[in-house]
């Protein structure tokens, strides 16, 4: 089973968690149904369409509303300390949530006392959590868009919103930041970064870039980074080692927004529509490398 | 290509092992380079979406008092508090009780606060107009004045603020400081005044 953890925001939307499918382009989780328009419920559409072409792993989704006071985030942890231990999951993917160090903590734990560790993937707000307790190490993938790379950079900055400005400044390559970022113990095993060129990397150094197609459009429009962790979820969860993974993930995710045809004004489901053309090309081209 | 090697289950113990020597997950932090007053203090709220009322409350009434970010010891992942002049504290503490939203608690500045960001970065995509504050971007269709796009971040109110603000025109969309209750919903408020500061003035 393939798990993916994060809000809907809907302060009324209960916590859920079950099989999640995708009709007519809204999600059906637990009797509900939810629209997709941007984060969690964008990646959680991305990896089903994903499945459409790497075959049905089981996509399982933990979902609660959360408008940013936190109270369904902390209900939803609440859940996971408790149930992580008996599930049966390969590959867990945290995303908008509350960041929250303690109980990002206690996930940790729950994690350690599961009969095997999944393969972990955080973006969002669970990844400034998971880079605030020191933990950056527990994970398989973090991945942050650039200016996000930039807060992974800056140890002292406990969120995006107070990294600082020499940091910030563009002068500063992306091969800097994630050099700086792993040397503050701060990078996930494998950093997959987003932007107008994607860096994949490790401690070592980048190990592949990817810049085409180029759509200069996808980076004003919500979601492109969600739909990119969500591919990225699901060549994990088919067993892909992380690094080739990240890699189809960003070449797949440009491909699909290529096809969308994107303007900034365009909105996400559009390039959803447009993941199984995309990854089943990117696939048959990697395998006559 | 290197596709490394998972950890063993005890290199992951090693590891939690040594998080708990830096003392239960907490990192240290090394000091800012916003030098410490010893005339200032700050107010602690229960959460950022108070921080924001209370700026809004205190800022309107004139009051010359920063949001900064909180030092190590009272950090919790998404904090904000506000910077005022010790010397007010009973003024301020009384105008936020009347307010319906009084601090839990006030604490002398002792260490370096962390300053909020306040770099912002504007791309131009030909009909389209971005600005990008911290980790949130702000996208408006520059003939109708419209926000058609917001993007970035983490916390889970930015889905929230999109789909309240995307669609409609700039001076009329629901605003961040009064709907968002996290710091990206602070930078995307910043995102929106930088915007609004471009595009209406």
């Not at chain 1, 002292?156 to 930041?177: K, M, S």
């Not at chain 1, 990078?187 to 980048?206: C, I, P, S, T």
């Not at chain 1, 004003?220 to 088919?238: E, H, N, Q, R, S």
Request: hydrophobic share 45%.
């Amino acid at each position: 089973m393939l798990a993916i953890v994060g809000t809907v925001p809907d302060p009324e939307f209960p916590l859920v968690s079950g099989r999640v499918t995708l009709e007519n382009g809204n999600l059906s989780i637990g009797g509900k149904t939810l629209g997709v328009n941007r984060g969690t419920p964008a990646l959680l559409a991305a990896v089903v369409k994903a499945c459409e072409v790497l075959g049905d792993q089981g996509v399982m989704g933990c979902l609660v509303g959360d408008i940013g006071l936190g109270d369904g985030s902390r209900k939803l942890y609440g859940y996971l300390t408790e149930n992580l231990p008996t599930m049966a999951v390969h590959t867990l993917t945290f995303h908008y949530l509350q960041p929250d160090v303690d109980w990002h903590n206690r996930i940790v734990f729950a994690v350690e006392a599961m009969e095997k560790k999944p393969r972990m993937i955080a973006d969002a707000g669970f990844m400034y959590a998971a880079k605030m307790s020191g933990q950056a190490g527990v994970y398989d993938l973090f991945t942050p868009d650039a200016g996000e790379l930039a807060f992974l950079a800056d140890e002292t900055a406990p969120h995006p919103f107070y990294t600082r400005g020499f940091i910030l400044h563009e002068n500063n390559t992306v091969e800097d930041l994630i050099r700086r970022a792993y040397l503050h113990e701060n990078g996930a095993a494998y950093l997959l970064v987003k932007g107008m060129v994607d860096h994949v990397a490790d401690a070592n150094g980048v190990i592949a870039t990817v810049d085409g197609p180029a759509v200069a459009a996808m980076e004003a429009m919500g979601g492109t980074g969600d739909t990119l962790t969500g591919i990225a979820t699901a060549l994990v969860g088919a067993g892909m080692a992380v690094p080739r993974a990240a890699t189809i993930a960003a070449k797949t995710n440009r491909l699909a927004g290529f096809y969308a045809d994107p303007t900034p004004a365009t909105q996400i489901m559009e390039v959803i529509q447009e993941i199984p053309r995309a990854l089943a090309q990117v696939l048959n081209e990697d395998d006559t490398e | 290509m290197n596709t490394g090697s998972p950890l063993s289950g005890i290199d992951r113990l090693q590891q939690i092992a040594l998080a708990f020597k830096r003392g239960l997950f907490r990192k240290k932090r090394k000091p800012s380079l916003e030098k410490t007053r010893e005339d200032l203090g700050i107010l602690v709220f229960e959460n950022t979406s108070e921080v924001i009322q209370a700026e809004r409350v205190l800022k309107a009434k004139g009051w010359k008092i920063r949001v900064m970010g909180p030092p190590p010891g009272i950090q919790s992942g998404c904090d904000l508090v506000i910077e005022f002049p010790l010397i007010e504290e009973l003024h301020l503490w009384r105008l936020l009780d009347q307010a319906g939203i009084p601090p839990l608690k006030m604490v002398p500045v002792t260490a370096p606060l962390l300053k909020p960001v306040d770099l912002f970065q504007t791309k131009d995509f030909g009909d389209y107009l971005m600005v990008r504050a911290a980790n949130m971007k702000l996208t408006v269709e520059k003939k109708s004045l419209r926000i058609v796009n917001v993007s970035g971040g983490g916390c889970p109110d930015v889905p929230y603020l999109a789909q309240m603000m995307v669609g409609k025109p700039l001076g009329e969309a629901p605003r961040p400081d009064t709907f968002g209750h996290t710091l990206c919903g602070y930078a995307l408020e910043l995102a929106l005044q930088e915007m609004e500061r471009q595009c209406l003035q």
